[in-house]
């Protein structure tokens, strides 16, 4: 073997340290150290020569003759990136080299022939006519890849690629224009919640709900069914539901007629909040909560969707008036029953997160990163009441965009395994309006406090809007694919 590599040295000078190196490494049985730099040559482009063949002898002259000495999920890299060097007009002998290498899975193991389906199954896809049989093998590979413990971040991400390419995204998330349309109709013609909205707008409401829910159950099923789930799939899903949970308070609202009080913000709050710290539990233990019992989000989904409805037919003027006491010995009207009945179930499902969390090999250091969400959550009941009733949807915008993002972070931080920062910059805006507006009073002026309001809800919206981009751009590129189009075929 080493006359191959003296000869490879001879034939490109440039690359001679190299093969003297692995020549040198082999001698000594040095094993490791030899896979370590075989990993690299051929992971870097600029070591391809004479149309790319030299890594093919590399790996059949001489790789192959020692393959049982390196390890099976380093040599399923070193076999995937020589397949990827053939030629484009060469891609039967590349995808003959991955088949060859899968007729020893008994000896790989679960997670190299797991990389090597994946690579194989994504270079098939550039044929004129793929396998009538890639649907299957490509769900076969989701549902390999959920059942690995851990993996190596390569092998998710072959994975997600050749999914990506076979089914890029279904598009833009119909179930997320659904709840724009709901939120922007409700903005317009109940901007304050303090009374009922008109039973038109609560019909549309509802059904704005029911259609985004069952979009929303639909597109994730269709995703799995079709083995095009992938890292930019779930950041659409979960973000899409985190800015849901504003238009969903509003509907709810609109029924409720609380006003711009601190009830209003309060409901709001801890819906966000627990949103958030369902992606926390999920952040640490691999694991996204979503019902109480047999009482879940399916449930509520529908629920505020049938109650919107049903709501614009009943006297909601008498039945949310500050007059109607449903419960005796309770000197609270029944839209404040209701809303402290929402707050005490958010309560419940916060304390399952909690000992969910807490419970699990994080334990208690996880509760640092709830800092800035708690502070946020918790610092709206202290606005004055009378800038609340002055700014109830600046202050609910910007609030809830400040929520979105750092739930959204933490969605793509638990994807990517890394590590979310305990104190959240992103916070500050709207902690900073929350100290002005409670302290500055009368110093500064109602309409300098709405102007603020106004500019905190701006900011927020957009600094969301530039942070996902960032992440949805990274994703795309790193995944090959692109955003809101299938990726043509080369």
Known sequence: MAEILEEQARNYPDLAESYTEMSSLYAAKKYHQLTTLLL????????????NLNLVRLYTDFVSLFESKISPLSLSFITAKVAESYPASDQASSQALLESALEKRDKLGKE???????????????????????????????EGLAE??????????????????????????????????????????????????????????GLCVIAYYTLDCMDGKQARRTGASSPLGQLFDHGCDCLCNISHYSAVAAVLSPGPTAWSLAAQGILQFSFFVAQWQEYHTRSLPHKFGEFGVTEVNYSVGVLSIAAAFAPLDSLMGPDFRPIPGVDLPLNLVIISAWIGLNFCLLSLSFHGTLSSPSGV??????????????????????????????????????????????????????????????????????????????????????????????????????????????????????????????
Request: proline share 8%; hydrophobic share 50%; charged share 10%.
């Open 365 to 490: 250091p996880a509760l640092q990163h709830l800092l800035s969400p708690f502070l946020l959550a918790s610092s709206l009941l202290l606005i004055p009441g009378a800038v609340v009733a002055e700014n109830p949807r600046a202050i609910s915008l910007g609030f809830g965009f400040a929520m979105c993002l750092l739930t959204v972070k933490m969605i793509v931080f638990s994807m990517a395994k890394m590590t979310y920062a305990n104190w959240q910059p992103d916070a500050l805006p709207v902690l900073a309006a929350v100290l002005i507006s409670a302290a500055a009073r009368p110093a500064v002026t109602p309409h300098g406090l709405s102007q603020m309001w106004q500019l905190v809800a701006g900011w927020q919206a957009l600094r969301f809007a530039a942070w996902c981009k960032g992440a949805i751009g990274q994703l795309c590129e790193k995944l090959d694919i692109y955003c809101f189009s299938i990726k043509k075929k080369l």
């Open 40 to 51: 690299a040559f051929s992971a870097d482009p600029k070591n391809l020569r004479d149309a």
């Open 112 to 142: 190299p022939s797991l990389y090597l389906s994946a690579t194989l199954a994504f270079s098939q896809l550039s044929l004129a006519s793929p396998p009538p049989s890639l649907r299957a093998e490509l769900q076969q590979l989701r």
């Open 148 to 205: 690995l413990s851990g993996g190596d971040p390569r092998t998710h991400a072959a994975v997600y690629k050749a999914a990506a390419r076979f089914h890029q995204m279904e598009g833009p998330p119909e179930e997320y224009y659904a709840n724009a349309l709901m939120y922007v109709l409700t903005f317009l013609h109940c901007p304050s919640w303090s009374s009922p909205a008109a039973p038109w707008l609560l019909i549309v409401n």
